[in-house]
């Protein structure tokens, strides 16, 4: 569906949708509007304490976190989900799709993008339903099986296929960049989502992915609008040179490559309005999570 097409038939959708399209007219970086105060998250499965789920959620509460995300289609009953989020005040903003990458949307086989679609619109309405506006999805997978330009037309033709699960439930899909050897420059970042041309559709933009190629800040000014969500991790490039290509991750926030510096500020003149930063690193008990939130302030601030 065209962009304007939808904004025609936006009153007729189900849940609540965005006031406005992602990509304004202009993207001047000047005379925007002040960003709003960032939020952060972090993912489920770094809660490493052993206690009930009411109580993790309580605990990340107090260390001074906004939100969780949750992996989906979610293996936590929706109910006792919601209940603990009324219960701590705690805000679900995002799941992330646990089925993309083993089954990608650009795979050759018809059966297996079934799969896969379906299971995006299970998260679309599982993300509904606790509350939150965005599923983070992988949009493709490139390998010696799967050719570039074969991925990039799989994958448009099956995210297509998505809208109209999107339309219904309000809820975004946020494409992000993986190591997948697919969407590997800022400018065909904005070309893919530029060619779905639909609002509901933008970038889950994850900062640490991104220094093995390239720069945060450069994304950010290119992508613009159209990024809904951030993630955040570390990333030494040194590390991955000396110990190994994965290595570059282990390394705490701020103590990287990352100039979380010139971040902020292209964040700040983009005008960023996706209110969210998770963060997606090493995880740990209640004085690991403390430091990690700790980290995040720190770089909010910045």
């Known amino acids: 569906m065209l ?15 965005v006031s406005a399209p992602l ?13 709003p105060k ?15 789920l009411l109580d993790k959620l309580k605990l990340v509460k107090d260390l001074g976190f906004d939100g969780v995300e949750f992996n989906s ?22 799941t992330v799709n646990k089925d993309h990458w083993a089954k990608p949307l650009s795979d050759p ?27 983070l999805v992988v949009p ?40 997948n050897n697919f969407i590997i420059s800022p400018l065909e ?5 530029d060619t779905i041309n639909h609002p509901l559709i933008g970038f889950y933009f994850d900062i640490g992915n991104i220094l093995r190629y390239g720069w945060p800040e450069h994304w950010i000014e290119t992508l613009n609008k159209r990024i809904v969500k951030l993630h955040i991790k570390e990333f030494s490039r040194k590390k991955m040179n000396d110990e190994g290509l994965w290595k570059g991750f282990e390394v705490e926030l701020t103590e990287g490559d990352i100039d979380w510096k010139a971040v902020m500020d292209s964040l700040r003149k983009t005008d960023y309005q996706g ?6 690193v090493r995880g740990g008990d209640r004085k690991r999570l403390a430091q990690i939130s700790e980290q995040m302030d720190r770089i909010i601030a910045m």
Request: net charge negative.
């Open 3 to 17: 962009r304007r097409d939808f904004i025609a038939s936006a009153s007729l959708l189900a849940g609540g949708l």
């Open 23 to 35: 990509i304004g007219k202009s993207e001047s970086l000047s005379s925007k509007s002040e960003m």
């Open 38 to 52: 960032l939020k952060k998250g972090l993912g489920f499965g770094m809660i490493q304490e052993e206690i009930p």
């Open 73 to 94: 289609p979610v293996d936590v009953d929706l109910k006792e989900l919601v209940a603990a989020k009324e219960k701590t005040g705690l805000l679900f903003p995002s």
């Open 109 to 135: 086989d018809p059966s297996v993008r079934e799969f896969i679609i379906n299971s995006i619109t299970k998260s679309l309405e599982e993300t509904k339903e606790l509350g939150g506006d965005t599923v």
């Open 140 to 179: 493709g997978v490139v390998n010696d099986k799967v050719s570039y330009e074969t991925a990039y037309n799989t994958a448009l033709e099956s995210i297509r296929k998505l809208i109209p699960a999107v339309e219904r439930t309000g809820v975004k899909i946020g494409l992000e960049n993986v190591w």
């Open 189 to 193: 970042a904005k070309q893919l989502v």
């Open 275 to 280: 209110e969210w930063m998770v963060a997606e």
